[in-house]
């Protein structure tokens, strides 16, 4: 048979509906049954796009999701989202997780090993408003009363003066306006998460990718160190139905002055541990 411009035309579209065939089959199956977890956050956590004045012919809208960690170092206390190192993602958690961290600080070839080798997909805990958002909180709290303490012993020194004033502004912010939602723990097996973390209102298990390496600390040792790379869903897409409670606050100035969030989303993870928008106010 000759192959013509028909048959490859045929054959193109032939691919497309397979392909979304399969898509939509595995909305179905995440969607099917009892939700896996349902749980409601707000502005602080689902933030609107950088480029707010959009075309009004473009109905599409997704939200980011905004995810912390918390690392080891008590005067950085607050790590934002990609490729973050928290403090329990240490090098007996690596190797729980299935990476061969063992003698990879012995020579240098292990340790080029390491750093060489390739992410691996598992399943992490996301919390919401839990145990490491007050940490989080208490930690802020010591930096901003400690730096001002030095300003009040110092105050003809304008550094140290910025410095308390930035403390302060960065407490603020995280009481009241940054993300509630810290990554805390990372598993092969997301039952055996759920059953650790048993709270779905509060608790969301989806997949993600964590990768090793060996870093070089201050006082010249190596030090196996794990990273989250990236959570496997960080854009939330927001059906048409839900778009006219969003449209306010995308045609109006991006800042937010008050410390109230202006929304809140109520998201569905199903079986596949991937969300699906329930209600929007």
């Excluded at 192959?3 to 579209?13: D, E």
């Excluded at 980011?64 to 928290?86: A, E, F, M, N």
């Excluded at 008050?258 to 106010?281: C, F, H, I, M, N």
């Amino acid at each position: 048979m000759t192959w013509t411009g028909k048959h490859t035309w045929f054959a193109g579209l032939g691919i497309i509906v397979l392909t979304n065939a399969i898509a939509l089959a595995g909305v179905a199956y995440n969607r099917s049954g009892e939700p896996d977890t349902v749980i409601t956050l707000s502005e602080r956590e689902l933030r609107l796009p950088y480029s707010w004045r959009l075309e009004r012919e473009n109905s599409g809208l997704s939200l980011r999701l905004r995810w912390r960690v918390i690392g080891s170092d008590d005067d950085r206390y607050d790590y934002l989202s990609h490729s973050s190192t928290p403090a329990w993602l240490d090098e007996e958690k690596l190797q729980e997780l299935g990476f061969p961290v063992n003698d990879a600080v012995a020579t240098e070839a292990n340790r080029r090993r390491l750093n060489r080798s390739l992410p691996r997909e598992v399943y992490l805990v996301l919390e919401y408003d839990g145990a490491a958002y007050q940490n989080m909180l208490s930690r802020a709290r010591a930096y901003k009363d400690k730096q001002q303490a030095l300003a009040d012993q110092n105050p003809e020194d304008k550094n140290i003066a910025g410095e308390a004033k930035d403390a302060k502004e960065r407490w603020e912010r995280d009481l009241h306006k940054a993300s509630r939602l810290f990554i805390v723990d990372a598993g092969l097996d997301p039952g055996a998460l759920h059953s650790s973390y048993p709270d779905v209102s509060r608790n969301i298990v989806m997949r993600g990718t964590i990768q090793a390496r060996v870093n070089s600390r201050a006082d010249d040792k190596w030090e196996v160190q794990g990273y989250i790379r990236e959570i496997a869903v960080s854009n939330i897409n927001i059906p048409l139905a839900f778009r006219k409670t969003l449209d306010p606050f995308i045609e109006r100035d991006q800042s937010n002055d008050s410390e109230d969030a202006r929304y809140q989303v109520t998201l569905a993870y199903g079986k596949r541990y991937e969300p699906w928008v329930v209600k929007v106010e």
